[in-house]
C-alpha cells in the first residue's frame, strides 16, 4: 500500500493525501513456500503491480538488493507495461522497458524495482535463488538515485531530489 512506501516517492505530501484517502493497493506478490536456505532451489512467483501515480511519479514497487549480493533475477512481462530500474552501490543505474513477451536479466548487484508506466496492471513472473535473500533496507533508507514521472504523457526518468549518498 501506499502507506508502506511514503517515503519512497518524491511527493511525500501527495502520498500522504493518498492515504488519507484510502491507502490504494500498489502491488501484490506471490510465491511457493520453498527453503530459503538453499543454493540448489529456485524461488518464482508473480508480481501484480497497478496502474495509478503518486503526484506524477507512477506506482513502484519498494525494490531491492538481494542479500547475497552477486545474485542475479530474472523477470517476465506476461501483462501490461512498465520498466524496470536498476541500479548498483556504485551508482551506475539502468532503466528498461517491459512489455508483454519481454524478459529481464536483472545482474547480481543490482538494486531493481519494479514501475507501472501503463492504465493496466502489470503482471511479471520472477525467478531466482531461492536463498538469495531481500535487501529492502538499503533501497529505504538511501532510496534510488532516479524516479520515473509522466511529463507530457510518456515517461521520463529524473535525478531522485530525495536521493542522498550516506
Avoid at 137 to 143: A, F, P, Q, R
Amino acid at each position: 500500500r501506499v502507506s508502506n512506501m511514503v517515503s519512497q516517492f518524491a511527493d511525500s505530501d501527495a502520498a500522504k493525501a493518498m492515504v488519507e484517502n484510502g491507502d490504494p493497493l500498489l502491488y501484490e506478490f506471490y510465491g511457493l513456500d520453498l527453503p530459503e536456505d538453499d543454493a540448489g532451489v529456485l524461488q518464482f512467483g508473480t508480481t501484480i503491480l497497478y496502474p495509478g501515480k503518486v503526484g506524477d511519479e507512477y506506482f513502484m514497487t519498494k525494490g531491492h538488493f538481494h542479500t547475497i549480493l552477486d545474485t542475479s533475477e530474472i523477470y517476465y512481462c506476461l501483462k501490461g507495461k512498465g520498466m524496470m530500474l536498476m541500479e548498483t552501490p556504485e551508482g551506475d543505474v539502468d532503466c528498461k522497458e517491459l512489455n508483454p513477451g519481454d524478459a529481464i536479466f536483472v545482474p547480481g548487484r543490482w538494486a531493481h524495482r519494479s514501475i507501472n508506466i501503463g492504465n493496466e496492471p502489470l503482471i511479471m513472473f520472477f525467478v531466482y535463488r531461492a536463498d538469495a535473500g531481500h535487501d529492502y533496507g538499503t533501497i529505504e533508507e538511501k532510496g534510488y538515485r532516479k524516479i520515473v514521472v509522466e511529463k507530457d504523457g510518456k515517461p521520463v526518468m529524473l535525478d531522485n531530489p530525495k536521493w542522498a549518498e550516506k
